[in-house]
């Protein structure tokens, strides 16, 4: 058991919660040029960097992350491996593997590197995986050797780099990723700023504010007391279409800004594509489709994939092949169950790749989760009969049926 393991353990985790919490809390800030302070934590209470977060987490969660070996006709599932159970299944005794890989993902979106500790059993192979809060790691060289200082409450400790799993995200260095918040801290303290002023708005009623004339001169703590009077009466959805009374010749006078002239809606709506920017993240993908059609929706979720999803899973497979493999083992996420079209398009895809010869029926089966059929009938590749050989077969002899 190494120096993490003795860290995190069950009772060091409950004393660390609390203290964890409150660390999170005060994250540094950055401020913006509408007033906003924005952080890493803070910037989720913004509906669109919660959802890009949470797509990408949560999709890159689910896909299955297995072990091949390489061989000589290609690759096989490595089921055995002693690394299998740890990605494919729970990659420590306190959690599953989805919820390690959106934990990788959530710390990459928000801090761009994720850091778990790698811990290895006495025949010096890897044994688990243990996440850390990326604020609390600072990479360092020391004697021109790469380490990790990482901050607990009992003081910093040094991990040698080999002993770390860091993901990055995009980074100057190869060394370092870059935070996306702090890259989209003025967008995102903007998006911020329009969903406070909505609330305001909303709370007073949706209607701006005003002021009230009063024909003489009130004292300080009388025009206090009235003011404060008007808006125990009036402010608030709640209080909305209430009458009000006024005397001594005081009239109301509505000021402010209407919002159609701010533009407020506008503005709510432009941040939320400016941060989908960010993160590389289709519209839909959020629950904004008003730029969505029936004829392009499914080609934005083909897009979807190979644009934003697979560069994070070569990302995600490099590093785990850096640090955890050697010889001719590899992990590799599968893919193809997201790129999958519906019932109709795959079944004449199918059909296109067993007409032509590069697909078997237990091909088709593995590829739809299904068992392959029994007694190696599945095995079998057709080619059509009126096809003839290019390089070296008799001129003009056809290829026979390979089903008979």
């Given at each position: 058991?190494n120096w993490?393991?003795?860290?995190f353990?069950?009772?060091?985790?409950?004393?660390?919660s609390?203290?964890?919490?409150?660390?999170?809390?005060?994250?540094?800030?950055h401020?913006t040029?509408?007033?906003?302070l924005?952080?890493?934590?803070l910037s989720l209470?913004l509906?669109a960097v919660y959802?890009?977060?949470q797509?990408?987490?949560?999709t890159?969660?689910?896909l299955?992350l297995?072990?091949?070996?390489?061989?000589?006709?290609?690759?096989s599932?490595?089921?055995t491996?002693?690394l299998?159970?740890?990605l494919?299944d729970?990659p420590?005794?306190?959690m599953?593997?989805?919820?390690?890989?959106q934990?990788i993902?959530?710390?990459?979106c928000?801090?761009?590197?994720?850091?778990?500790e790698i811990?290895f059993?006495s025949?010096?192979?890897?044994?688990a995986?243990?996440?850390?809060t990326?604020?609390?790691?600072?990479?360092k060289?020391?004697?021109?050797?790469?380490?990790?200082?990482?901050a607990?409450?009992?003081?910093v400790?040094t991990?040698?780099?080999?002993?770390?799993?860091h993901?990055k995200?995009?980074t100057y260095?190869?060394l370092?990723g870059?935070?996306?918040?702090?890259a989209?801290h003025?967008?995102i303290?903007?998006?911020?700023?329009?969903?406070?002023y909505a609330?305001?708005f909303?709370?007073?009623d949706a209607?701006p504010?005003g002021v009230?004339?009063?024909?003489?001169?009130?004292?300080?703590?009388a025009a206090?007391?009235?003011?404060k009077?008007?808006?125990?009466?009036?402010?608030g959805?709640?209080n909305?279409?209430?009458?009000s009374?006024?005397?001594?010749g005081?009239k109301?006078?509505?000021?402010?800004v209407?919002?159609e002239?701010?533009?407020?809606?506008?503005t709510?709506?432009y941040?939320?594509?400016?941060?989908a920017?960010?993160?590389?993240?289709p519209l839909?993908?959020?629950?904004?489709?008003?730029?969505?059609?029936?004829?392009n929706?499914?080609?934005?979720a083909?897009?979807f994939?190979t644009d934003?999803?697979?560069?994070w899973l070569v990302n995600?497979?490099?590093?785990?092949s850096?640090?955890l493999?050697?010889?001719?083992?590899f992990?590799?996420?599968?893919?193809?169950?997201?790129?999958?079209g519906?019932?109709?398009?795959r079944?004449?895809a199918?059909?296109i790749?067993?007409?032509w010869g590069?697909?078997?029926?237990d091909?088709i089966?593995e590829?739809?989760n299904m068992?392959?059929?029994?007694?190696?009938?599945?095995g079998?590749?057709?080619?059509p009969l009126?096809m003839?050989?290019?390089n070296?077969?008799t001129?003009?002899q056809?290829?026979?049926?390979t089903?008979?």
């Amino acid at each position: 058991m190494n120096w993490l393991t003795k860290v995190f353990n069950r009772k060091g985790r409950k004393m660390m919660s609390m203290q964890q919490f409150f660390a999170d809390v005060f994250l540094p800030m950055h401020e913006t040029q509408s007033g906003v302070l924005v952080n890493e934590r803070l910037s989720l209470n913004l509906s669109a960097v919660y959802a890009c977060t949470q797509v990408l987490a949560q999709t890159i969660g689910s896909l299955p992350l297995v072990i091949y070996q390489r061989t000589a006709d290609g690759k096989s599932r490595a089921a055995t491996h002693p690394l299998y159970r740890i990605l494919h299944d729970s990659p420590n005794r306190e959690m599953t593997s989805m919820a390690w890989r959106q934990a990788i993902m959530l710390h990459l979106c928000l801090w761009g590197n994720h850091y778990s500790e790698i811990e290895f059993d006495s025949d010096g192979n890897p044994a688990a995986l243990w996440p850390i809060t990326p604020w609390r790691v600072t990479l360092k060289r020391i004697d021109g050797q790469l380490v990790y200082a990482v901050a607990l409450d009992s003081g910093v400790v040094t991990v040698p780099f080999r002993r770390m799993l860091h993901i990055k995200g995009l980074t100057y260095d190869g060394l370092l990723g870059l935070s996306p918040v702090r890259a989209a801290h003025e967008t995102i303290g903007l998006g911020i700023g329009a969903q406070k002023y909505a609330a305001k708005f909303f709370a007073n009623d949706a209607r701006p504010g005003g002021v009230l004339e009063h024909p003489g001169q009130l004292s300080d703590e009388a025009a206090a007391r009235l003011r404060k009077s008007f808006e125990r009466t009036h402010e608030g959805l709640d209080n909305k279409f209430r009458v009000s009374v006024l005397e001594e010749g005081m009239k109301y006078a509505a000021v402010g800004v209407p919002p159609e002239d701010a533009q407020l809606l506008e503005t709510r709506k432009y941040s939320v594509s400016e941060i989908a920017r960010y993160f590389r993240m289709p519209l839909h993908k959020i629950s904004d489709l008003e730029r969505s059609t029936n004829n392009n929706i499914e080609q934005q979720a083909i897009e979807f994939i190979t644009d934003t999803i697979r560069p994070w899973l070569v990302n995600i497979e490099q590093e785990l092949s850096f640090k955890l493999f050697s010889g001719d083992y590899f992990p590799e996420f599968i893919i193809e169950g997201l790129l999958r079209g519906d019932i109709k398009a795959r079944y004449e895809a199918y059909a296109i790749g067993r007409q032509w010869g590069w697909l078997s029926a237990d091909d088709i089966r593995e590829r739809e989760n299904m068992n392959k059929l029994p007694d190696g009938q599945g095995g079998q590749y057709l080619v059509p009969l009126n096809m003839t050989s290019g390089n070296g077969g008799t001129n003009g002899q056809a290829i026979q049926n390979t089903a008979d």
